[in-house]
């Protein structure tokens, strides 16, 4: 097995596979990302795999499983490089005609081209697709093009070469400063400078000190984190050592959601690689520094995500925070300094280092620099994980790298932050994102978390939705939390069911306030925000469902009814068919169906069902 | 049920091994977990002597996260996910439907132990909401008619 002993034999293999690489004629990058998987990346793969085989194709033609290239609503994707064809939404099928026709003839497939979802425009090319046109794509660079179980591919795009100049070029102080200078914060959700964490550890006088990366991400509707590890893990794995290196530690903890098996997988094989190839281990290239990793695989807890939960779990514990200070730079896990970056933060950390704070610099806003990933979800045209420039306005993301909403329906509000984050109405779309604006109108950058809604979106639900699911995962330890959280639930599914009193509005300010103020943690301390805001930007939605018992957006239950129209009904019979409880009664070509109330579920079958639009939802309780 | 508890020290003399610097403590139950399906009390009691803290700390920490699971499941374990995408885009529903089909509650096994289902809080595929999982398998893009194929399939 060969062995990376110096600066000079990385610089060696990194020459060779480039050389390997240039060598391919035609490379088919498929994107491997779970949410591909999801859209079934794993039959055309194999199919991929066995046609090339079969036309003994091998040679020159290379198939490559990246990680998730972030278009992950038009999967499966496939990029045929270095000609360029994106295709997407590709079955087996599909996969014959690709070789014959485009691979080897170089001829374009009009099926599988993306299609502009405004002007109905087939475009042929990645970087012509809006969708990654306006993104800036810093630490996604690589996702697309190279195969993250391979540790030669992360060398063909320099890998490595950050923890060189790091090691070999600078002193420890020199780091430190470089990462202060770049200006990076970090990207899990609380936005502390980065630098300053790693003096903070680097100038505690103890021995061991540890690195941690914080993989934990359980916001729903994130999943950045999951992609970089999936799709670049010696990214991520090169950046901690960097850290690692400038405070002094020389162990550290990756602790990733079990429910990730597949960034879990590629993880571990990149730390195995690492090994055999002499980046991990004692003195690595030569240098005297030493550094080991261990995966922690987490167990389901939100709240792990909460560093000194995080800690606690490590150690074998319940996963509850305790307070602060002292901070983890002074006492962290098992009582020495830690220090905690989140993958993404550390996911930059080699591009600082190789490219200079300066570069990093002139990318942002004043306080907010470098680029940021989102998640992409909800209520919009093209989902999946995009990568932007700090200080882009939410309207840009949301109308020219999203596409605008679904169905022709206007946008209502963004949610950022996930539940610790608010919800920023239409009006406010103009504000640059950055970390700072995003407080100040109410909600949070946080791990990353877009979600789009739509006029057809209840924000009473919205703020429901995330307090169910901050008090279910309340860790339970201090009470303002554990109960506090709880009464905001009952208030909120009182309201939401037809129950809402006079002074609720109020009243669950109020108690938002307070929890707010007496929380333990940023859980705590968050938990509130969802419906602040919704109270701050949507208070009409909370009234009608107080007031006139009313959901304008008809959505909760308990506030709307279903309703036949009559004119528009033509007693096809499919209704009744579909209703799985039998509140639809008529007789096939006879007189309007009728629609019992009483007996209703509104589970929906018969709107889906109906080819009139017969059936309407209507915001109310019936007389 | 006959468990083979000697299957659970070589899970402690494993992780106990494995471990460099963090507690072997849950790595072991995700193991007794991924060998039996869900932390029977048995295997737990061993395990308990075996890594040699007392059976309630180890159950604290194994009712404190929601992987693991203190009864078995069915032989198709469905997870809806109801993360924030999933949610707008109409995993209530989804859940109902299941709900209804099945006869059982999320946190429920049918009676002929066929089927469990329970929710997720986000599995992490926003992009092509609604998800749900069937026995760790994803599928996108969920509707309630994909949902009833799947069940008949499976029966």
């Not at chain 1, 994707?77 to 994106?86: T, Y």
Request: proline share 5%.
């Amino acid at each position: 097995m060969a062995k990376v002993s110096s600066p000079r034999d990385l610089e060696q293999y990194q020459k060779q596979a480039k050389a390997a690489r240039d060598k391919i004629e035609t490379f088919i990058t498929m994107c491997g990302g779970t949410g591909c998987e999801g859209s079934g990346c794993r039959e055309v793969i194999k199919e991929m795999d066995e046609k090339l085989a079969e036309k003994n194709l091998q040679e020159s033609i290379s198939l490559k499983v990246t990680g998730c290239q972030g278009f992950c609503e038009k999967g499966p994707l496939m990029v045929i490089r270095p000609a360029g064809n994106f295709y997407c939404n590709i079955q087996p099928d599909d996969v014959e005609e690709i070789i014959e026709k485009t691979v080897l003839k170089g001829e374009s497939i009009s099926r599988l081209e993306y299609q502009d979802p405004e002007t109905e425009e087939k475009i042929l090319k990645e970087e012509d697709i809006p969708f990654y046109q306006n993104q800036e794509r810093l630490v996604f660079k690589n996702n697309g093009y190279i195969s993250p179980t391979r540790i030669e591919d992360y060398f063909s795009v320099d890998g490595y070469s950050g923890l060189v100049e790091a090691l070999f070029n600078m002193s420890q102080e020199e780091v430190i400063e470089e990462v202060v200078n770049s200006g990076l914060r970090g990207r899990g959700g609380g936005g502390f400078p980065t630098g300053q964490k790693w003096k903070l550890t680097y100038q505690e006088d103890s021995d061991p000190k540890y690195v941690i990366c914080n993989s934990d991400e359980g916001d729903p509707g994130a999943y950045m984190d999951r992609s970089i590890l999936e799709g670049n893990p010696h990214l991520v794995l090169e950046g901690m050592m960097i850290g690692a290196y400038a405070i002094g530690a020389s162990q550290g903890f990756i602790y990733v959601r079990a429910e990730y098996p597949l960034a879990v997988k590629h993880i571990n094989i990149a730390i195995e690689q690492a090994r055999e190839w002499g980046l991990l281990g004692e003195n690595i290239l030569g240098s005297g520094f030493s550094f080991e990793v261990e995966i922690m695989e987490g167990a389901g807890a939100f709240i792990c995500g909460e560093e000194t939960a995080l800690m606690a779990s490590i150690e074998g514990k319940r996963g509850m925070p305790r307070p602060k200070p002292p901070f983890p730079a002074t006492s962290g896990l098992w009582g020495q300094p830690t220090n905690i970056n989140n993958v993404e933060t550390l996911g930059n950390v080699p591009l600082i280092i190789k490219n200079g704070a300066d570069w990093f610099n002139s990318i942002g806003t004043e306080n907010s620099k470098g680029s940021k990933i989102f998640s992409l979800v909800g209520k919009v045209n093209n989902t999946g994980l995009i990568e932007v420039p700090m200080g882009i306005t939410l309207r840009e993301i949301v109308f020219d790298v999203g596409g605008g909403i679904p169905g022709g329906k206007e946008v209502k509000a963004v949610q950022s932050g996930g539940p610790s984050g608010g919800c920023i109405p239409k009006d406010l779309l103009d504000i640059p994102v950055d970390f700072d604006r995003l407080s100040e109108v109410g909600s949070i950058m946080g791990s990353g978390g877009l979600v789009v809604m739509d006029e057809d979106t209840c924000m009473v639900d919205v703020a429901k939705f995330f307090l169910d699911f901050t008090q279910d995962e309340s860790c339970g330890e201090c009470p303002p939390c554990r109960i506090g959280t709880r009464r905001m639930l009952e208030i909120l599914n009182r309201i939401t069911s037809g129950e809402g009193q006079e002074g609720d509005i109020e009243l669950l300010e109020r108690l938002g306030e307070d929890i707010i103020d007496t929380s333990l943690c940023g859980l705590g301390q968050t938990a509130p925000n969802p419906v602040i805001s919704t109270i701050q930007y949507f208070k009409d939605e909370y009234e009608a469902h107080i007031y006139d018992k009313a959901c304008p957006a008809g959505v909760c239950q308990d506030l709307i009814y279903y309703n036949i129209i009559e004119e528009e009904c033509r007693a096809c019979d499919r209704c009744r068919r579909v209703c799985p409880v039998e509140a639809i009664e008529g007789e096939p070509g006879g007189d309007p169906y009728i629609l019992y109330d009483d007996i209703c579920i509104r589970c929906g079958n018969c709107i889906e069902e109906c080819p009139f639009s017969a059936i309407e939802i209507v915001p109310g309780q019936k007389e | 049920m006959e468990l083979e508890l000697e299957r659970v020290d070589e899970i402690v003399e494993k992780n106990k091994e494995e471990a460099q610097k963090k507690s072997p403590l849950i790595p072991v139950l995700q193991d007794i977990q991924k060998t039996y399906g869900w932390l029977p009390e048995e295997a737990m009691k061993r395990a308990a002597r075996k890594l040699g803290v007392s059976l309630a700390s180890l159950s604290g920490v194994a009712s404190f996260y929601n992987e693991f699971r203190l009864k078995p499941l069915g032989e198709n374990h469905i997870v809806v996910c109801t993360g924030t995408a999933c949610h707008v885009r109409g995993a209530p529903l989804l859940v109902a439907e299941l709900e209804r089909n099945l006869d059982i509650k999320v946190g429920q096994v049918t009676e002929d132990q066929k089927f469990s289902l329970e929710t997720a809080r986000c599995v992490g595929s926003c992009a092509v909401a609604p998800v749900i999982l069937v026995n760790g398998e994803f599928h996108g893009n969920m509707t309630k008619k994909k949902i009833s194929d799947l069940i008949t399939e499976l029966e």
